[in-house]
């Protein structure tokens, strides 16, 4: 063979990307999830009442349910590893890349391209798709009106930090459904419990992940954390299991 | 070449693999023989870097696999026929694994065609058989042409046609030069392909021995059939055989070759109706070493054929 042969970072994000992408429920899951956002965009911006967007641009309505693609990621940042501990792949896998820490950062670098496309194209369908439906009495609004670039770029910020804690917890965990409960545990019931619980809420409150992602969204109410802090803490809650991730994978017997 | 240097493997207070001290040489088929539950596939797991030892070292061509620089180029390896995401095709399987160290398709199409399943590269994984399973299994040890193939339990689930043919290619590789490491707990299947055989129990090395020693150790009797098996057995004691009763007219003989039997019973004018040389197969040497270190022997052990 006259190419010189051996591991490089670039070969292992090459292997990681055709794993994730010749499994056909991957495009199964992503293409059903864009379209479903963008359709009830489209159907949002030609409902919107212009009198009660208060002053937002009405194109905030069409990207508005792009929320719902972070969750979406999450589950598939959880089972790029899980999926491989399943059956045992995980060992051939390991034994041709014997330091390991390059599988992980390559499922990291993969997963992080493919949750700001899929949020990117998503929005620009929504919004275009909006633009078509939208006939309320106020302009539509382009992307650069008000918070409608800011809210879509915090929602490309989460779906990426969700698909990395979703790494991270699969990496840990091992287990696709003990993963992907806690996964949701963290982001959904985690802050119901504390928003329940008053001296919690104001205490704990600003520093789950879900505030901070509203905080950086532009989304949330007084009592979050201002932009620079919410994205520290956002950044935090998905380094600290991923680098715990990749201590502990480093060490453990495959 | 393998080599293990006091390789221990301790989980808790149970200890898998203990001090195993052992060179897997090129050029020929190591057979890695032991009861269930021997440490047969902890020792794999170790010299590919899956299992951190307790102790000791396992170099694959001189150095620990983790610092090779084409780690799929210096050992392929079989652990489980099963470690493939059951949706994914056999091909993007295999391609996802080269890429790694730049191997390209040619090569994957390659290794589907060597073990005879290109006809269903396209196929979810999820549907093979076990015996397809081995063979796409085998396929990803070969991915990388490399020096040293180690494969545990491939014949599990082959039928006959792949075992014959898996023998064939263990054959094959070894006489390129490779190193070629193969566990089973399936002796006679070893005995037939093999040059060395490795024994280990409880994690121990029992015995490293070349196919001529496993013969030495081989005992070689006599069965013999006869309707007055009193006089026969009296003539062949006086011509200082050992003999036993295996039935109302059979008798077992050892300390005499199958011709001299014969020369006995003609002599003492004793009729026979059989005369089989009977060797021992590599399956009761196997027996006789590790009768001490069966991990989970039955309640009542089996008689060795």
């Given at each position: 063979?006259?190419?010189?042969?051996?591991?490089?970072e670039a070969?292992?994000?090459?292997s990681?990307w055709?794993?994730f992408?010749?499994l056909?429920?991957r495009?199964?899951?992503?293409g059903?999830s864009?379209?479903?956002?963008?359709?009830?965009?489209?159907?949002?911006?030609?409902?919107?009442?212009?009198?009660?967007?208060?002053?937002?641009p009405?194109?905030?309505?069409a990207?508005a349910?792009?929320?719902?693609?972070?969750?979406?990621?999450g589950?598939?940042?959880?089972?790029?590893a899980t999926?491989e501990y399943?059956?045992?792949?995980?060992?051939a896998?390991?034994?041709?890349?014997?330091?390991?820490?390059?599988?992980?950062?390559?499922?990291?670098?993969?997963?992080?391209?493919?949750?700001?496309?899929t949020v990117?194209?998503t929005a620009?369908?929504a919004?275009?798709?909006?633009a078509l439906?939208?006939?309320?009495g106020?302009?539509?609004?382009?992307?650069?009106?008000?918070?409608?670039i800011?809210?879509?770029?915090?929602a490309a910020l989460?779906a990426?930090?969700?698909?990395?804690l979703?790494?991270g917890l699969?990496?840990?965990?091992?287990?696709?459904?003990?993963?992907?409960?806690?996964?949701?545990?963290?982001?959904?019931?985690?802050?119901?419990?504390?928003?329940?619980?008053p001296?919690?809420s104001?205490?704990v409150?600003?520093?789950?992940?879900s505030?901070?992602?509203?905080?950086?969204?532009g989304s949330?109410t007084?009592d979050?954390l201002?932009v620079?802090?919410?994205?520290?803490?956002f950044?935090?809650?998905?380094?600290?299991?991923?680098v715990v991730?990749?201590?502990v994978?480093?060490?453990?017997?495959? | 070449?393998i080599?293990?240097?006091g390789?221990?493997k301790?989980?808790?207070?149970?200890?898998?693999?203990?001090?195993?001290?052992?060179?897997v040489?090129p050029?020929?088929v190591?057979?890695?023989?032991?009861?269930?539950?021997?440490?047969?596939?902890?020792t794999?797991?170790?010299?590919?870097?899956?299992?951190?030892?307790?102790?000791g070292?396992?170099?694959?061509?001189?150095?620990?696999?983790?610092?090779?620089?084409?780690p799929?180029?210096?050992?392929?390896?079989l652990?489980?026929?099963k470690?493939?995401?059951?949706?994914?095709?056999?091909?993007?399987?295999?391609?996802?694994?080269?890429?790694?160290?730049?191997i390209?398709d040619?090569?994957?199409?390659?290794?589907?065609?060597?073990?005879?399943?290109?006809?269903?590269?396209?196929t979810?994984a999820?549907r093979?058989?076990?015996?397809?399973?081995q063979?796409?299994g085998l396929?990803?040890?070969?991915?990388?042409?490399p020096?040293?193939?180690?494969?545990?339990?491939?014949?599990?689930?082959l039928?006959?046609?792949?075992?014959?043919?898996?023998r064939?290619?263990?054959?094959?590789?070894?006489d390129e030069?490779r190193?070629?490491f193969v566990?089973?707990?399936?002796?006679t299947?070893?005995?037939?392909?093999a040059?060395?055989?490795?024994?280990i129990?409880r994690?121990?090395?029992?015995a490293?021995?070349?196919?001529?020693e496993?013969?030495?150790?081989a005992?070689?009797?006599?069965?013999?059939?006869?309707?007055d098996?009193?006089s026969?057995?009296?003539?062949?004691?006086?011509?200082?055989?050992?003999v036993?009763?295996?039935?109302?007219?059979?008798?077992?003989?050892?300390?005499?070759?199958?011709a001299?039997?014969?020369?006995q019973?003609l002599r003492?004018?004793v009729?026979?109706?059989?005369?089989?040389?009977?060797?021992?197969s590599?399956?009761?040497?196997?027996?006789?070493l590790?009768?001490?270190a069966?991990?989970?022997?039955a309640?009542?052990?089996?008689?060795?054929?």
């Amino acid at each position: 063979m006259a190419r010189s042969l051996g591991l490089t970072e670039a070969r292992v994000v090459r292997s990681e990307w055709l794993k994730f992408w010749s499994l056909r429920s991957r495009f199964v899951t992503l293409g059903i999830s864009a379209i479903g956002v963008a359709a009830i965009g489209a159907i949002a911006a030609g409902v919107v009442d212009a009198s009660a967007l208060d002053g937002d641009p009405a194109a905030r309505a069409a990207v508005a349910s792009l929320g719902v693609l972070p969750i979406v990621l999450g589950v598939l940042g959880v089972l790029s590893a899980t999926n491989e501990y399943a059956g045992g792949l995980i060992r051939a896998t390991f034994a041709a890349v014997p330091s390991r820490t390059p599988v992980i950062r390559a499922k990291a670098l993969v997963l992080a391209a493919i949750a700001t496309a899929t949020v990117a194209a998503t929005a620009l369908a929504a919004y275009g798709l909006g633009a078509l439906t939208y006939d309320g009495g106020a302009a539509y609004g382009s992307p650069f009106d008000g918070d409608v670039i800011r809210f879509v770029g915090a929602a490309a910020l989460e779906a990426v930090g969700y698909a990395l804690l979703g790494l991270g917890l699969g990496l840990l965990l091992r287990n696709g459904a003990g993963a992907i409960s806690t996964l949701m545990g963290l982001v959904m019931v985690v802050p119901i419990v504390v928003s329940l619980i008053p001296w919690m809420s104001d205490t704990v409150g600003p520093y789950l992940i879900s505030s901070a992602q509203m905080a950086v969204a532009g989304s949330g109410t007084d009592d979050l954390l201002p932009v620079p802090a919410a994205l520290a803490v956002f950044a935090a809650w998905v380094a600290v299991p991923l680098v715990v991730a990749v201590v502990v994978t480093r060490r453990r017997d495959a | 070449m393998i080599e293990l240097i006091g390789l221990t493997k301790r989980y808790g207070e149970r200890t898998a693999v203990d001090a195993l001290t052992l060179t897997v040489r090129p050029g020929e088929v190591t057979g890695f023989l032991g009861p269930n539950g021997a440490g047969k596939s902890t020792t794999m797991r170790l010299i590919l870097g899956l299992d951190r030892p307790t102790a000791g070292r396992a170099l694959v061509a001189g150095m620990p696999l983790a610092e090779h620089r084409a780690p799929l180029h210096a050992i392929g390896a079989l652990l489980d026929a099963k470690g493939v995401h059951p949706n994914r095709s056999a091909r993007n399987h295999l391609r996802a694994l080269a890429a790694t160290t730049g191997i390209d398709d040619r090569r994957v199409d390659e290794v589907l065609r060597i073990v005879g399943i290109e006809g269903v590269s396209g196929t979810r994984a999820g549907r093979f058989s076990l015996g397809m399973g081995q063979r796409l299994g085998l396929a990803a040890a070969l991915l990388g042409d490399p020096t040293v193939v180690m494969l545990d339990e491939p014949i599990n689930g082959l039928d006959p046609e792949g075992i014959v043919w898996m023998r064939k290619m263990l054959r094959h590789l070894a006489d390129e030069g490779r190193t070629v490491f193969v566990s089973s707990h399936l002796m006679t299947e070893m005995a037939l392909v093999a040059d060395r055989f490795v024994i280990i129990g409880r994690g121990r090395l029992l015995a490293d021995l070349t196919a001529a020693e496993v013969q030495a150790h081989a005992v070689q009797s006599v069965m013999v059939r006869t309707p007055d098996p009193i006089s026969l057995r009296q003539a062949l004691c006086a011509a200082g055989a050992t003999v036993t009763a295996d039935g109302s007219d059979t008798l077992a003989v050892t300390g005499l070759d199958s011709a001299s039997v014969g020369r006995q019973a003609l002599r003492a004018g004793v009729e026979l109706h059989e005369l089989t040389p009977v060797r021992s197969s590599l399956e009761d040497v196997f027996v006789a070493l590790t009768q001490d270190a069966v991990e989970y022997s039955a309640q009542t052990p089996a008689v060795a054929a």
